[in-house]
């Protein structure tokens, strides 16, 4: 690996992202690019710079006026670029052993060691989520745009590409630059042009459009780890708790989760029903363990003896908070006394407070979601070379492909990992 010495240049007035020298001029040799790379997002960078490393000289073209428009705003602005304890289990795909050839051959390691070369050291929040200890963003994009620079690449932003044909053993790829069409030829594509959630981030349908426009098979897509709605009668119950976050088990057939929710006036969101958004269908139900670390039953038992006269209400404001416990009334008795309550009224509390059931009426779509589930399909594509089978020459990575991660920095060792695997056959 070389380790060229970052420059930085300006790109935007009052901006202190990088970009490559040669940005602003023409090409020397329109030809002279071993592929061209649709996006300039995680994926699209890291398989520049590491193609780069290889002696392979590439462009970026990327619709956006700047690179990195996700990476700048993920996790609050302050990029949770890898989780310490990724492995494919955390990967939602219509093939689950897809992923792990990428990710065998870049690591999570491999991520940290090579972000703290370029002078980014990790600090881990919560469950092993890897953040930089400057909390800034812009930090990991200007290490791979000044990378870029000194690999000599050539990164052209406000460059929309509309259309990828072949043409002999090549490729050409048709965009729009300064309101002109313009068409280069490359002999490989990468695209790296993301998924579908937040367009006004740059997000286009590119990626899944041009796998069908070449006979590629792509899986359904909807948004995911995004929050989920409630409408109807319900939503009145929900709106009044908004702000209201509780530490929960959120499971249903396929995956369970024990992280916070958050009640907001339009339904539920927090991390723990941006996970299982994931793996929610429309139609289906969620359940809520509201109290994950105790049973009710034997709480209210212990406190019985010592306090029959409290009331559900007081007791059920001692373990959440006085406004949920109010908000429960009319749903459980809670002005009962806990000794004068019934075998079905404990019932009652038990199955509520430990099974509480949710049937969202939808989420809250792509301009909430944090990713896209689906995508090019993992069938399509080589696991080894993310090459696609039926294209010689064409390459798919990151988020467009049908390989999508938990929250908490997974998303992100995939399109590094898959940029990785891409450049090592560029
Ligand atoms: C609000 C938010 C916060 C997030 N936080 C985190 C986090 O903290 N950790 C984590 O792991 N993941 C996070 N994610 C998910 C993560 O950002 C994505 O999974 C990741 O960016 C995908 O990388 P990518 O390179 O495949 O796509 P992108 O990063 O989306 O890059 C694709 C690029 O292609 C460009 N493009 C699209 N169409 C065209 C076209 N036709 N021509 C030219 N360019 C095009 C886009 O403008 C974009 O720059 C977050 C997502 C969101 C929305």
New binding site residues.
Partial sequence: MIIPVIRKMSILPNSDICETPSMSTNLRNQTDFDAII???????LMCAVQAGFLGKRVLI????DR?????L???GGR???TNLYASPQQFISGNEHFCKSAFARWTVDDTVSFFETYGIVGQEKTLGQLFPVSNKAKDVVNIFTGLCADLGHELWCD????KVERVGDGFAVT?SRDNKMKVLNAPKVVV????L??AK????D?GLRMAKQFGMWVTDTAPALVPLTITGKDQPWYEQLSGNSIFCRVWNDRASFEENILFTHWGLSGPAILQISSYWRPGEFIYIDLLPPQDILESIQSEREVNGKKTLLVYLAGLFTRKFAEALSGKLPVEKNLASLSKTDLENISKFIHEFRVKPAGDKGYDK???MRGGVSTDELSSKTLESKKVTGLYF????VDVT?WLG?????W?WASGFVIAQNL
């Fill in positions: 649709i996006g300039a997002g995680a994926c699209g073209l990327e619709k956006n690179p990195g428009a996700k990476i705003i993920s996790g990029c949770n670029y460059a929309e590409v509309a965009y790296a042009s993301g998924g959630p937040v981030l740059g997000a286009t590119l979601a944090e990713v990575g990151g988020e467009c991660g920095g997974y998303n992100f060792q399109a």
